[in-house]
């Protein structure tokens, strides 16, 4: 006879219970002190007054992946070393460990296994175990013994959804008759199904938990999902409420959703999305109505909480070869009322920097006597002519002391940024330069009209510290001088990095990431020499001096070439909750004659040291050269913010 199933009751704060490895390991303890804590409270003369030593002995199930959740949830076994306990709250900590391997077995589906712990042969129902335990020695410690029969697995029988009024929900359940009838999957399935059923217009939808019943003969169980539909309803009037300087018919413009349109939590949720975007906001919270008004429609408010108009941010950086680079930014987030942004900032470059100086020859390591500089300011619209696509206008000025060549420029561009997908974004637009650049002691003035075009693919889960995820970047630059300087040329460039997770959740992660780049149509001095490739130093090979990965003039200083491949791989450990060690190799080549993969190849190696705070990793890398080039530093050491790419 089918009996009501307790189970689906503890399983309402379980739903997660393949990851009771990582869950109940934390809870353990938890239970463990409370016992220990209620030992130690003034009792009868009957409680022990020292505590009780003992092993514990877990006799193996036959199922590895059982075992390891049974040991990780026991407190017997965590605490043991960590928290002493008299005769009494050993018994105890030993029933609670009765109920925790319920627990994990009937998540695991086997609702009918049985649990044995005994203490020196004793089960913990037997009267006279206080008394044996508080008169034996501490040598040799008592002896815990936990055997486990873990008995047939149960598998899902019938399933009913009473109440279900639309059949196109019912495959978001995820789970079928004859599935093990684990307790993860089966109670997920309630909020799968009301999420479908509300993405199908059902905004008043709930699925209850769910209710199970077991057959012991069968070995299988009936689980029945209570379902109350609501009505159908659309999107009916959308208002903003807690706006200080954003304009609502902005905020109605930037978003997708539209009164009219079919009601829908991932429509409702995507909105809320796209109004954070905009990074005016701290918070964005849709509420909808408790019910229908008018019928048949479902009033939507976005209480919004406005960010600082105004923020000011510092960033500094470190390298043995380029020195510090310092810089200083401030934003407006909402200059008109409609999220255009302005940010100016200046940095300051090659600070007590052991590069090359104006006079100096390249293998000498002299400081800097001229620090460089870069002013910029950048002014961005959303929005522009459509939804979702954007435009940034830039202009700046700058001046560079750089091992290959020293320039003083002034560059403007405008890019429209246009998201493609949800990972894939496509930038274009135009941009000038104009510039004086100095190499081997001639100077030579450049005007450049730029059209670049790049398309972005990107799924890192994080900007500072990505532990999954691929990013790939396509940038083709067609460039055409407006003087008698240059002939005209295309530069295509490939960037791609991904994060393979070898121990979650983000602990041992290793990372690639590589550069493949061309320029078509001039030769390599028919090139202005920022505008050539050169690798070397963080993004390229670390170990090297900057730039100084590829060909190379008589006296050491690097040419630049037209052509770069290069591979960085490391692999980043964290080390308990802060710190972190990354060891890395790189390599790469630069070539002359426009052709990947012909050049001189040089490999750098070294180890990242990181320390993990809120924000991102702080990094230091030290790299040596393993095949090091005329010129170059024995080591080089990078200081900085996030990892290295």
């Known amino acids: 006879m089918p009996l009501s199933h307790p189970m689906m009751e503890e399983r309402k704060f379980r739903s997660a219970t393949r990851e009771l490895s990582r869950i109940l390991p934390g809870f353990a303890p938890v239970v463990g002190l409370a016992l220990a804590a209620g030992a130690l409270l003034p009792a009868p003369s009957a409680l022990a007054a020292e505590p009780q030593p003992y092993d514990v002995a877990f006799v193996a199930t036959g199922n590895a992946p059982l075992d390891t959740l049974i040991r990780q949830s026991s407190s017997l076994e965590t605490l043991r070393r960590k928290l002493a306990v008299g005769p009494f709250a050993l018994i105890a900590r030993a029933r609670a460990d009765l109920d925790t391997f319920r627990t994990v077995l009937e998540s695991e589906g086997y609702d009918s296994g049985t649990i044995t712990i005994t203490i020196d042969g004793h089960a913990l129902s037997d009267p006279a175990l206080p008394d044996l335990l508080r008169q034996a020695p501490a040598n040799p410690p008592a002896r815990v013994r936990v055997a486990i029969a873990q008995g047939p697995l149960y598998h899902v029988g019938a399933i009913s959804t009473p109440g279900l009024t639309d059949p196109a929900a019912i495959a978001a359940l995820g789970v079928h008759p004859g599935d093990p009838a684990a307790a993860s999957p089966l109670v997920g399935a309630a909020s799968r199904l009301e999420a479908r059923l509300r993405n199908l217009g059902y905004a008043f939808a709930k699925v209850a938990p769910p209710i199970a019943e077991a057959d012991d003969a069968t070995h299988t169980l009936a689980v029945t999902y209570p379902v109350t539909m609501g009505p159908r309803v659309d999107v009916g009037a959308i208002t903003f409420t807690g706006m200080r300087r954003m304009r609502r018919r902005f905020m109605a413009r930037h978003i997708a959703l539209r009164p009219g349109q079919r009601y829908s ?47 000011v941010a510092l960033g500094a950086s470190y390298s043995s070869d380029l020195g510090i680079d310092a810089n200083v930014s401030w934003t407006d987030r909402d200059l008109f009322g409609a999220a255009q942004n302005l940010t100016l900032s200046l940095g300051a470059t090659g600070i007590a920097g052991s590069g090359r100086s104006q006079t100096a020859t390249f293998g000498k390591h002299t400081y800097i006597v001229a620090p460089g500089y870069d002013a910029k300011a950048t002014y961005r619209v959303p929005d522009f002519i459509r939804p979702g696509q954007s435009i940034a206008a830039t202009i700046e000025a700058l001046k560079q002391y750089l091992p290959a060549y020293s320039r003083t420029a002034f560059l403007g561009r405008a890019i429209v940024a246009r998201p493609l997908g949800p990972h894939l974004t496509l930038d274009y637009g135009a941009g000038f330069i104009f510039e004086k650049v100095n190499q081997e002691g001639e100077s030579r003035t450049y005007r450049l009209l730029q059209l670049p075009v790049t398309l972005s693919y990107d799924t890192a889960n994080s900007l500072l510290d990505p532990t999954r995820g691929v990013k790939l970047t396509l940038r083709l630059t067609p460039s055409l001088s407006l003087g008698a300087a240059t002939q005209p040329f295309v530069i295509a460039k490939l960037t791609g990095s991904t994060y393979i997770n070898l121990e979650a959740p983000g602990r041992g992660v290793l990372a690639l990431h590589g550069v493949l780049g061309r320029i078509f149509g001039g030769s390599q001095f028919g090139i202005p020499p920022d505008q050539r490739f050169y690798a070397g130093g963080t993004g390229t090979v670390r170990g090297f001096t900057y730039q100084t990965v590829g060909p190379l003039f008589p006296d050491g200083i690097p040419e630049g070439g037209t052509a770069i491949d290069a591979l960085e791989t490391e692999f980043r450990q964290r080390i308990g909750k802060h710190f972190g060690l990354a060891p890395f190799i790189d390599a790469g080549q630069v070539s002359a004659n426009g052709t990947p993969f012909t050049g001189t190849l040089r490999i750098g190696a070294g180890l990242g040291l990181l320390y993990y705070t809120g ?14 080039a005329p010129g170059s530093a024995s080591v080089a050491v990078y200081i900085g913010l996030g990892q290295a790419f």
């Open 615 to 628: 924000i991102g990793p702080l990094r230091v890398d030290v790299g040596v050269p393993l095949n090091r």
């Open 265 to 311: 939590q991932t429509a409702l949720d995507a909105a809320r999305d796209q109004l954070l975007g905009l990074g005016v906001f701290s918070s964005v919270t849709a509420h909808t109505a408790a019910a229908p008004h008018p019928a048949g429609q479902v009033p939507v408010t976005f209480a919004v909480r406005e960010r600082k108009r105004h923020t």
